[in-house]
């Protein structure tokens, strides 16, 4: 990319860490409830990928589209999915964003945009070209995420959308969140490339490879993407650089790292790195942030008493939204 | 003809005609798949001859060799209301895009609480008989019958493909379309044009008290030839032509084998875990007092489809077979 | 621990005894899957646990997220001899390898003419009852049932487990091993190591003489349980674990069923063209006038696997429906 | 590659022009016959793509591998396929290599170490892998190749394919035969690179883009590859530049390309060419060739002979070969 880049002013990296903040409270809520046994699921905690999801959604609105992976609450939350309808649908409540029907791997929100969220590696790709290919069509000047893991740069799926992607110079956006896992897996085990930026290359497509934990950089980049696809300038794959906090699954004994790998990762929280910076450039004093962060708070108690609150959803669900119209073989 | 019955068509012209007249009616269909442009000929059969052309190249998109970039922009495009057709060339190739139709196209609506659907068409060809060998002619609607989510229809003539791939452009749930090769260009009675044919709904092709033959696809017309030949001897076969599998048009089913007490079911799948399996247990279990005889079912050899000639032939249920099943009924 | 059916294992580690076992009898045979060897942990859930320090990390490997890949190595290697057990991890990954599993490895024995054919196993998992939801527990073994040229094996407990593998390991054709990962940690029959238990076999779980109960995995302890239950009201039922659902074992599920002259078919796949079809045409088929009742089937709901708790409970057939079930063959 | 090329002598330029002429004559009669209405299919002729299996044929022996696809007689008869048993599986014979029960489609010769044609575009590289992951854990020198068209390129096996052999470093060559057309969707239509060999790099695989139609620049590139895959050096990509003149199936109106573009790929007919370039190296005199060309169409009377002459296979057949013991459900 020739463009200079510039940085994020002071609202708009203020509202980035609104987000991270949210995701990141969020997730230490989620895992703390679970822990405690109030509630059962399979959890992919995003905790440690923050900002990728934060800074690529202050460049969207609710007009826009995204497709995200079972390890995909932060991109939801960033893209502004309530913490009332995400803790609901965690708890399998009537009042989840889903009627608790998906459940933490398959939430959709088409308010807000988000459209997909899938349990199968691979699958947010194609599927985000065809978002794409409907404000393509229509003129719309919409533009469509796809997130997606390093490990799913390997399965055929990937391969396939970016070159229609390409072809068809869709309005869309392949974020690769590169944790450097995939499960239990080094990303070098997994990836016969260095850069999963660079497989860019092969559909003649712009890669970009970014500190995804750099809320400076991913922001930039995420923008510039952005900004070409809705141009109708094509696709653009971003490699985004991160580490997971807690593992593939929570409660992973992550006996497949280091522990000092791990601890070094956490030693430098991306969340607590961007608090520090707003203070460093005079962007937000300590109290301010403090005052956020409790009104974030507030704001998960009330979705987590809301969630618990809720019904479940009545036996009859189990006929309902199958088809149009209830159809009982 | 463009109206009336008594005109003839092809299922390959009805199925163009269906495209085209869809794409007229409606700015949000849009059609892709493998050469389905006229720069590419509008189809390897030409069943989408002509529509780029009519609608522009923009609608009706010839895509790369990749069928889940195929159906996985279909999902996204009709989840914001685009109606995709998108066509996979034939029924085998289906295997390299399953997750994106069973695990997405039928799912969504339901693990998304109805918040997102699916409205979408997929178009296949399969079929023996053309000696394409082992990897071009399977019939494997039974996997996705066995799919909650999805709606599969099969039409067996011209007439009827009109009307149901209209009807399928139209539903608001995924819709596989199964067109079956070897009947593409098999006179038949011409569409009706604009006239839909309801998804779910079977036809009594040929009314009958003695036996009931259900099917659907190619072996209707074997069903019908059977039951010509068995007339004369006085026995007058009931031949049912499914038209949609699922759902399964259970009232028509049962009414007619309560009447007739006798079935048999011919499809071109094999038997083990096909769809004469279920028809025939919902016969069983409903008419099971009713009942003179058990359920026949026929299907082809338990086999991959064999490319030798005589193999190929003997592979697929016949009307031998089939007037064999039916006396088996009776005896 | 290694001897007598006294001791207890659970289908976990009887898993990985087998794969243990058979890597250690034969050096052709090979382990891969993703994360499947030691530097991954050897497993999501620990199944290959040891197997890659033990027998090397070139006959136990850890592969990308390729299931196309994975089950075409496996195909290619076993051509000429190596036999590879291929994991993809839970059955719902399938839909990405089903051109590799359908149109190759039933396939390659038959097109070629007997010149080649592929010795694979394809070990998986599944199984509603962890939270998992719509994408990640679902029963497609009717698709594989309805294939020919495959084996299907899904085995109830530990000992079953671990013998049954070991002879799909051995086994000239392609076999599908099917794992209920809601069963992976319950007690059972401990297996005697190196004991192979053979593919088309099924097992007389509990004797009886009034009605048949016909299932396979989880579902088994649910019928033993509806029996066990039945029985203090005089009602022996007959519960059948099939072990082996393709080729079905016809002799087995007859002449129990000839004796009982009733029957309930139970699986976790939903009804709609699932295993139990094919189990209850085939026995209305053999036995129409001995029957006192048409066959049962049971099956999960026709929708996706949903999240919520109460919806995934009720989602799966349970003892009250199976109890219902058995009194309807009754009245 | 910075080995420097070395130029097929002349025996082994005489070898590749007897594969060639034995593909082209044998296509030529495969094409009559089936225009005369004697033998009835769906017909892929592989006419005008002779060199690139004949120039790396003879780089291999029976023990090596090849998996190759519906336009595959060229890659099967240059691998030693004899014609008697091509012919009498093309007539569905039981005397032909698989019993008349795969068809063109589907044949299978492991003398000759043809081990899968396979008529799913992509299929015949993760095949292929597999064969070669045999050879290496026995650690035996052979060799696999995997044959494939440019629209295969396309196609999510293609990519998870070339990402395994390369992590793996599978004694495999991937040979894409590009025809520039995929049936009817020309090679820009749907492929988002210019040259598939760069694709290469998303794999850190060598990639080598060659006049497939030049025996000498096509023995060269097959050579090393196969060297360097023989020396447990990994995998390498192929794209080899051809042309096929007879359309997608055989019986295609070619509507699809300009008369002009057919014409002038088949005015540079490679057999024709590389038997003019024998006669100018001095290599082969004319009356040399042409008795080989005579000796060639003898070969082919009396396949067609023995296939015609060959019983059809019992019905029974359609129970052998499902299972290693006969199963009927
Ligand atoms: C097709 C498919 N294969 C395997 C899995 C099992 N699986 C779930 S997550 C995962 C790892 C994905 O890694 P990556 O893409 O890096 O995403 P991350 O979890 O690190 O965010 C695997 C293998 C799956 N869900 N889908
Ligand atoms: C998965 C799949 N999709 C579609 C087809 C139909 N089809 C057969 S050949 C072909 C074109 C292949 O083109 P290319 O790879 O360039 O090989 P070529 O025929 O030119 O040798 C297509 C689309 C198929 N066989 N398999
Ligand atoms: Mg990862
Ligand atoms: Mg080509």
Same mark, same amino acid.
């Given at each position: 990319?020739?463009? $200079?880049?510039?940085?994020?002013?002071?609202?708009?990296?203020?509202?980035?860490?609104?987000?991270?903040?949210?995701?990141?409270?969020?997730?230490?809520?989620?895992? $703390?409830? %679970?822990?405690?046994?109030?509630?059962?699921?399979?959890?992919?905690?995003?905790?440690?990928?923050?900002?990728?999801?934060?800074?690529?959604?202050?460049?969207?609105?609710?007009?826009?589209?995204?497709?995200? %992976?079972?390890?995909?609450?932060?991109?939801?939350?960033?893209?502004?999915?309530?913490?009332?309808?995400?803790?609901?649908?965690?708890?399998?409540?009537?009042?989840?964003?889903?009627?608790?029907?998906?459940?933490?791997?398959?939430?959709?929100?088409?308010?807000?945009?988000?459209?997909?969220?899938?349990?199968?590696?691979?699958?947010?790709?194609?599927?985000?070209?065809?978002?794409?290919?409907?404000?393509?069509?229509?003129?719309?000047?919409?533009?469509?995420?796809?997130?997606?893991?390093?490990?799913?740069?390997?399965?055929?799926?990937?391969?396939?959308?970016?070159?229609?992607?390409?072809?068809?110079?869709?309005?869309?956006?392949?974020?690769?969140?590169?944790?450097?896992?995939?499960?239990?897996?080094?990303?070098?085990?997994?990836?016969?490339?260095?850069?999963?930026?660079?497989?860019?290359?092969?559909?003649?497509?712009?890669?970009?490879?970014?500190?995804?934990?750099?809320? &400076?950089?991913?922001?930039?980049? $995420?923008?510039?993407?952005?900004?070409?696809?809705? $141009?109708?300038?094509?696709?653009?794959?971003?490699?985004?650089?991160?580490?997971?906090?807690?593992?593939?699954?929570?409660?992973?004994? &992550?006996?497949?790292?280091?522990?000092?790998?791990?601890?070094?990762? %956490?030693?430098?929280?991306?969340?607590?790195?961007?608090?520090?910076?707003?203070?460093?450039?005079?962007?937000?004093?300590?109290?301010?942030?403090?005052?956020?962060?409790?009104?974030?708070?507030?704001?998960?108690?009330?979705?987590?008493?809301?969630?618990?609150?809720?019904?479940?959803?009545?036996?009859?669900?189990?006929?309902?939204?199958?088809?149009?119209?209830? %159809?009982?073989? | 003809?463009?109206?009336?019955? @008594?005109?003839?068509?092809?299922?390959?012209?009805?199925?163009?005609?269906?495209?085209?007249?869809?794409?007229?009616?409606?700015?949000?269909?849009?059609?892709?798949?493998?050469?389905?442009?006229?720069?590419?000929?509008?189809?390897?059969?030409? @069943?989408?001859?002509?529509?780029?052309?009519?609608?522009?190249?923009?609608?009706?998109?010839?895509?790369? +060799?990749?069928?889940?970039?195929?159906?996985?922009?279909?999902?996204?495009?009709? /989840?914001?209301?685009?109606?995709?057709?998108?066509?996979?060339?034939?029924?085998?190739?289906?295997?390299?895009?399953?997750?994106?139709?069973?695990?997405?196209?039928?799912?969504?609506?339901?693990?998304?609480?109805?918040?997102?659907?699916?409205?979408?068409?997929?178009?296949?060809?399969?079929?023996?008989?053309?000696?394409?060998?082992?990897?071009?002619?399977?019939?494997?609607?039974?996997?996705?019958?066995?799919?909650?989510?999805?709606?599969?229809?099969?039409?067996?003539?011209?007439?009827?493909?009109?009307?149901?791939?209209?009807?399928?452009?139209?539903?608001?749930?995924?819709?596989?379309?199964?067109?079956?090769?070897?009947?593409?260009?098999?006179?038949?009675?011409?569409?009706?044009?604009?006239?839909?044919?309801?998804?779910?709904?079977?036809?009594?092709?040929?009314?009958?008290?003695?036996?009931? /033959?259900?099917?659907?696809?190619?072996?209707?017309?074997?069903?019908? @030839?059977?039951?010509?030949?068995?007339?004369?001897?006085? +026995?007058?076969?009931?031949?049912?032509?499914?038209?949609?599998?699922?759902?399964?048009?259970?009232?028509?089913?049962?009414?007619?084998?309560?009447?007739?007490? *006798?079935?048999?079911? +011919?499809?071109?799948?094999? *038997?083990?875990?096909?769809?004469?399996?279920?028809?025939?247990? *919902?016969?069983?279990?409903?008419?099971?007092?009713?009942?003179?005889?058990?359920?026949?079912?026929?299907?082809?050899?338990?086999?991959?489809?064999?490319?030798?000639?005589?193999?190929?032939?003997?592979?697929?249920?016949?009307?031998?077979?089939?007037?064999?099943?039916?006396?088996?009924?009776?005896?």
């Amino acid at each position: 990319m020739n463009q $200079a880049r510039s940085l994020p002013d002071a609202p708009v990296l203020l509202e980035i860490y609104r987000r991270a903040t949210l995701i990141k409270q969020n997730d230490d809520r989620f895992r $703390a409830v %679970i822990q405690s046994g109030k509630l059962v699921m399979p959890y992919y905690s995003p905790r440690g990928q923050e900002i990728i999801p934060a800074a690529t959604s202050v460049h969207l609105s609710d007009d826009d589209y995204i497709c995200t %992976i079972y390890r995909g609450v932060h991109d939801m939350l960033a893209k502004g999915v309530t913490p009332r309808a995400l803790w609901a649908e965690l708890a399998g409540r009537v009042t989840g964003s889903c009627k608790g029907k998906g459940g933490p791997m398959h939430i959709t929100d088409p308010a807000r945009g988000v459209m997909v969220t899938t349990g199968i590696v691979g699958s947010s790709m194609p599927i985000a070209n065809g978002l794409a290919l409907a404000a393509q069509l229509r003129g719309e000047k919409r533009v469509t995420i796809a997130y997606f893991g390093d490990g799913a740069s390997n399965i055929g799926a990937f391969h396939e959308a970016l070159n229609l992607a390409s072809l068809w110079k869709l309005p869309v956006v392949f974020i690769c969140q590169n944790n450097r896992f995939a499960e239990h897996t080094r990303y070098e085990s997994g990836t016969s490339i260095g850069r999963i930026a660079d497989r860019a290359a092969a559909y003649s497509m712009p890669g970009e490879h970014v500190d995804g934990n750099d809320p &400076d950089a991913m922001w930039s980049a $995420a923008g510039q993407a952005i900004a070409r696809a809705r $141009a109708g300038d094509g696709p653009t794959l971003i490699e985004a650089m991160t580490f997971r906090f807690h593992g593939h699954i929570f409660g992973d004994a &992550d006996g497949y790292m280091s522990k000092e790998e791990k601890a070094s990762a %956490i030693a430098r929280d991306p969340v607590v790195l961007l608090r520090r910076r707003l203070i460093e450039r005079g962007m937000a004093t300590d109290a301010a942030l403090a005052e956020l962060e409790r009104g974030i708070e507030l704001e998960i108690d009330a979705a987590l008493q809301f969630a618990l609150d809720s019904p479940y959803p009545d036996l009859a669900e189990l006929r309902r939204d199958v088809y149009a119209t209830e %159809i009982q073989p | 003809m463009t109206t009336g019955t @008594a005109a003839t068509s092809t299922l390959l012209s009805a199925v163009n005609q269906a495209l085209d007249d869809a794409l007229a009616a409606n700015p949000d269909v849009v059609v892709f798949g493998e050469d389905v442009a006229d720069s590419e000929e509008g189809g390897v059969l030409g @069943a989408t001859k002509g529509l780029s052309s009519r609608h522009g190249s923009h609608r009706v998109r010839s895509t790369p +060799i990749s069928e889940q970039a195929i159906i996985g922009a279909a999902i996204g495009a009709s /989840l914001v209301g685009i109606r995709p057709v998108a066509e996979i060339m034939l029924m085998n190739f289906t295997t390299v895009a399953m997750d994106m139709i069973v695990n997405h196209a039928a799912k969504l609506r339901f693990m998304s609480g109805g918040k997102t659907h699916v409205p979408i068409t997929i178009r296949m060809m399969t079929g023996a008989g053309l000696g394409t060998g082992g990897q071009h002619a399977d019939f494997l609607e039974a996997w996705f019958v066995h799919t909650a989510g999805l709606k599969v229809v099969i039409p067996s003539n011209p007439s009827d493909a009109y009307g149901l791939l209209l009807s399928c452009i139209d539903d608001e749930d995924p819709c596989l379309f199964i067109e079956n090769m070897p009947l593409y260009w098999t006179p038949g009675p011409a569409p009706v044009r604009g006239q839909r044919i309801p998804i779910g709904k079977a036809r009594i092709a040929r009314p009958g008290k003695d036996v009931t /033959l259900i099917s659907y696809s190619r072996q209707v017309f074997d069903a019908l @030839a059977v039951a010509d030949k068995l007339s004369k001897e006085g +026995i007058e076969a009931e031949v049912i032509d499914l038209r949609t599998i699922s759902p399964l048009d259970d009232a028509t089913l049962l009414e007619s084998v309560a009447r007739t007490r *006798r079935a048999v079911v +011919i499809h071109e799948a094999t *038997r083990q875990c096909g769809v004469g399996a279920e028809i025939a247990s *919902r016969i069983h279990e409903n008419l099971h007092r009713e009942l003179r005889a058990p359920v026949q079912r026929l299907g082809s050899a338990f086999c991959p489809v064999p490319f030798s000639k005589p193999l190929e032939t003997a592979f697929v249920p016949g009307a031998q077979q089939i007037e064999a099943a039916v006396r088996r009924t009776l005896s």
